[in-house]
């Protein structure tokens, strides 16, 4: 008798435990200006239970889900990624989907693309709107203006000195 009432506590305790809920979702998600992707995120239970998602990224998001699903209900929450960098880059960001006392947590690859008007236009390389060094990117097109007016002014000062040293040998 002990052995069966052990043996149906184990299976309860292994129900429970296992009892995780799917979810459902891309896992590289390409990033131009910005990148949308979907979660499908599925309440098997017999209960209303709270929906809480976190997306861990070092980029700025929107995410678009209600915080509550209905039992045996089926949902789509939908996260959006916007671009901040101006070359190619590829990280490796987590999302955590909470429903009730339950967490399931996925890897997501996203791939940042260079935005338009940045470092795909060699021109604008030049003036700082694209990076083509990490000193020089913080820099705005006015302060490069600046710059090269004083590099003219400072020309021509220069050769009215050698002029006038010159005309006086």
Do not use: C
Request: without cysteine; negative net charge.
């Amino acid at each position: 008798m002990n052995k069966i009432l052990i043996l149906a506590l184990m299976l309860a305790l292994l129900i429970t435990t296992v009892n995780s809920f799917p979810v459902t979702t891309s896992q590289q998600v390409d990033v131009y200006e910005k990148g949308v992707f979907y979660i499908e995120i599925t309440n098997d239970s017999q209960e209303l239970k709270d929906l809480e998602i976190n997306f861990y990224t070092p980029a700025e998001i929107k995410i678009n889900a209600p915080s509550k699903i209905a039992p045996n209900t089926n949902m789509t929450a939908q996260i959006t990624v916007y671009n901040q960098y101006e070359s190619y880059r590829e990280m490796t960001s987590k999302l955590e989907v909470k429903l009730g006392n339950e967490t399931e947590t996925k890897e997501i690859t996203l791939r940042y693309y260079a935005r338009e008007g940045t470092a795909d236009n060699p021109i604008s390389g030049l003036f700082g709107l694209g990076t083509f060094s990490d000193e020089s990117a913080e820099y705005t097109i006015g302060e490069w203006v600046a710059f090269w007016v004083l590099i003219i002014i400072a020309a021509i000062l220069l050769i009215a000195l050698v002029a006038r040293v010159m005309h006086r040998i």
